[in-house]
């Protein structure tokens, strides 16, 4: 790419210099261009500005004036108070910042200022300032409202050396030559730009850094989502293209031949849900393109199912199907599930673990490498040297997040040599279709969103730490009927800094004082996996009643005989975990409880309420996302300094998620090295501007 305008350093731009490129370094502005994307972090409406005359005690309120005196006020408790009078045309008041004294060094007489607040009664009227914005320093050019139509007011996210009137100053100084060279950073045909009702790039900044109206950063903040959402989904389009189109995957033959009689053994009729999701699966199956395809569904929604029809096409067309799960147990159970439904059709079942050794394994490899063998389940074993298969045409991964795609890969690489096979993802972990599609758009999404009729709802109940002892006498209830509960705590091991109970001394005082007639078994995570796995053998075996745990519960296994779960301290997880969690009991068919303990008065009782509301988890997982925003999703890329997503907002951003998916794979599908000239802006931008991203695309 040609060097552009924006591509100058920042130290070149007026104002700047070798001292402040250093300090915008910090803020990740390097040059021109990086200026012009560092966006304002708050926007006040001028016509919303109070008059100073007017204001009244009680009032929250926003003013604008010119500091005409400032000082430190001690007072007798030792407080300082950091106090200035400030001053508009239609007159004066006294705005107070207690315990802040070191703000005397930043403020002075004849600085512009816009202070928020509640106006309070002492001594007078008083404005106790929540935010203060130094619109202009005193005697410096400028004082807040050139250039911005005098209508909405600005401010930048700063640092100590970059106080935000020096960074109104380099703005003001440079914002109209950086809007001039906006252009350069287009990359989107007008007609699209038309369809997607998005801004222009230089109007969506001239919106973001110079608004007329209070409601314009609003639209300029779309169009630069939209463009981060874009490449991503461009990048992940490219990386589908690779994986599943370049070269030709298995085109499976139907005939119904085993699908039809299990449809006729089932005793219910498939959700219409599920009905859906087959069709998508089926239809990848039989085309030529692989299928990369991810099932996103809530426990018991019927996801196991789907993928039983899945490997029964396989098989009806000559392939064998593999099931990976990410624990023994969970591998047993799903072997279990399928010898049910699928040994009566004719079609053998293995299960290949880590336990399964010596003969057996020796007699089990040679049969699936002679392609005698239809069906297998097993863990990761099934990836480990030794395991052929004959003719792989389906793998099927459960809770998919467990697995690096590495190993998913892995799996997908045992073939024959032939055509890779198909690939089916599970998860029962319901997340927002906006991250889903913005975290997956690699694969191609399919939502189970309608639980199969006839199912009991978990109940859920609110209980204070005072009500413990009713709590244990309903599980008490529980256990005497020959049900099994869960108790579930945050934490391992007590610590002297917090005074919330824990598992491992829990399970003592339960053991001694509550529950000394019953079976209980501790688990959490710190224990080796397999003594993690013997746990959850004898609690499924029913020769443990209650089992005292962390979260390492939240992908277990079905109990269906557990019908109990407590949860104390539920205030400290967050919904989905909960939700997780909850999803525990209530797989049998009687009706399950789940017993969340928290102190009254927390500020969480509000979202626990929300949660003992529904069992919805895709609704749970949109609260979650609500309340803790998209940085925890991200993990630790979203705490960097240039987060993964700056302007897109995973809450209200679903349909441009959609449409940047939607055009993305639309350009890739046409012209997938974007070799053509109205795409050369588009991979300009990627290879510059998403570099990082290009290198995993272009490597793999
Ligand atoms: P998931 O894998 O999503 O947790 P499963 O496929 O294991 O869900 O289904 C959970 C239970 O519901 C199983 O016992 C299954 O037999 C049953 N089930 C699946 N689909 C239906 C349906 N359409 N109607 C009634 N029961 C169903
Ligand atoms: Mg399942």
Not at 183 to 205: D, G, I, M
Not at 475 to 486: D, H, M
Request: net charge neutral.
């Amino acid at each position: 790419m040609g060097y552009g305008h924006l591509d100058r350093p920042a130290q070149f731009l007026k104002g700047v210099g070798p001292k402040r490129a250093d300090a915008l370094k910090k803020l990740a502005v390097g040059t021109a261009r990086d200026l012009l994307y560092h966006t304002p972090r708050r926007y006040d409406d001028a016509s919303t500005i109070h008059a100073i005359d007017a204001l009244q005690v009680g009032q929250d309120a926003t003013i604008r004036g010119r500091v005409r005196s400032s000082g430190v006020l001690p007072t007798r408790s030792g407080l300082k108070i950091f106090q200035v009078v400030l001053q508009d045309e239609s007159g004066m008041i006294t705005c107070a910042w207690p315990g802040q004294p070191w703000l005397d060094r930043k403020i002075r007489e004849g600085d512009q200022l816009l202070v928020t607040g509640p106006v309070k009664f002492f001594h007078g009227r008083q404005l106790h300032p929540r935010e203060h914005t130094l619109l202009a320093r005193a005697g410096k050019a400028g004082d807040g409202d050139e250039g911005e139509g005098g209508r909405v007011y600005t401010a930048y996210p700063g640092t100590d050396e970059l106080p935000q009137w020096v960074l109104r100053r380099i703005y003001d100084a440079n914002l109209d030559w950086l809007l001039a060279h906006a252009h350069e950073e287009e990359y989107l045909p007008s007609p699209w730009r038309e369809r997607l009702e998005l801004a222009e790039l230089p109007e969506a900044f001239r919106r973001l850094h110079r608004p007329a109206h209070i409601h314009e950063p609003e639209e300029g903040r779309r169009r630069l989502a939209f463009d981060e959402l874009f490449f991503l989904q461009l990048v992940q389009a490219l990386a589908r293209h690779r994986e599943t189109r370049l070269e030709p995957g298995i085109v499976h033959t139907r005939t119904n031949e085993l699908i039809r009689v299990l449809h006729q053994r089932l005793p219910f009729r498939l959700t219409d849900a599920q009905a859906r999701v087959l069709r998508e699966v089926s239809a990848d199956m039989t085309s030529p393109a692989r299928m990369n395809r991810f099932v996103q569904g809530d426990v018991g929604a019927g996801k196991t199912m789907v993928a039983v029809f899945a490997m029964l096409l396989a098989v009806e067309g000559g392939h064998q199907a593999a099931l990976m799960a990410p624990t023994e147990l969970l591998a047993e159970q799903h072997a279990g599930k399928l010898k049910v439904l699928l040994e009566p059709l004719g079609v053998d079942v293995a299960l290949l673990t880590g336990r399964v050794k010596g003969r057996d394994r020796d007699e089990l490899l040679t049969r699936l490498a002679g392609g005698d063998l239809p069906v297998v389940v097993g863990t990761h074993a099934l990836i480990q040297d030794g395991v052929d298969f004959r003719r792989l045409g389906l793998v099927v991964v459960d809770e998919q997040h467990r697995f690096g795609v590495r190993q998913r890969m892995a799996l997908v690489e045992r073939g024959d040599g032939g055509p890779r096979p198909d690939m089916l993802v599970m998860s029962a972990t319901p997340i927002p279709r906006s991250l889903a599609l913005t975290l997956y758009g690699d694969l191609d999404l399919s939502i189970l969103d309608e639980m199969p009729p006839g199912r009991t709802p978990v109940k859920t109940l609110l209980r204070y730490p005072s009500q413990r002892d009713e709590v244990y006498e309903g599980v008490e209830r529980e256990l005497e009927a020959g049900r099994q509960g869960y108790l579930v705590y945050p934490l391992v091991e007590e610590t002297e800094r917090s005074h919330m109970r824990a598992a491992v001394q829990e399970f003592e005082r339960l053991s001694r004082e509550v529950f000394p007639h019953r079976r209980l078994a501790l688990l959490h995570g710190q224990l080796p996996a397999d003594e993690k796995e013997a746990v959850m053998r004898r609690f499924r075996d029913g020769e443990v009643d209650l089992v005292v745990a962390t979260t390492v519960i939240e992908v277990g296994i079905d109990v269906p005989n557990a019908t109990v779960m407590i949860i104390e301290h539920a205030e400290r997880f967050g919904l989905s975990q909960l939700h997780q969690l909850r999803g525990r009991v209530g797989r049998g068919g009687g009706q399950s409880w789940c017993i969340l303990i928290s102190e009254p008065g927390e500020a969480a009782a509000e979202r626990l309420k929300v949660f003992a509301s529904t069992t919805d988890g895709f609704r749970i997982a949109r609260a979650d996302l609500e309340i803790r925003g998209q940085g925890d999703l991200f993990g630790a890329q979203q705490h960097g300094r240039d987060p993964f997503l700056r302007f897109a907002d995973l809450t209200v951003d679903e349909e441009l998620v959609s449409a940047a998916r939607r055009l993305a794979r639309e350009i890739v599908e046409r012209d997938p090295e974007l070799a053509g000239p109205e795409h050369a802006r588009i991979r300009e931008v990627l290879e510059a501007r998403h570099a990082e991203r290009f290198r995993m695309w272009k490597v793999g």
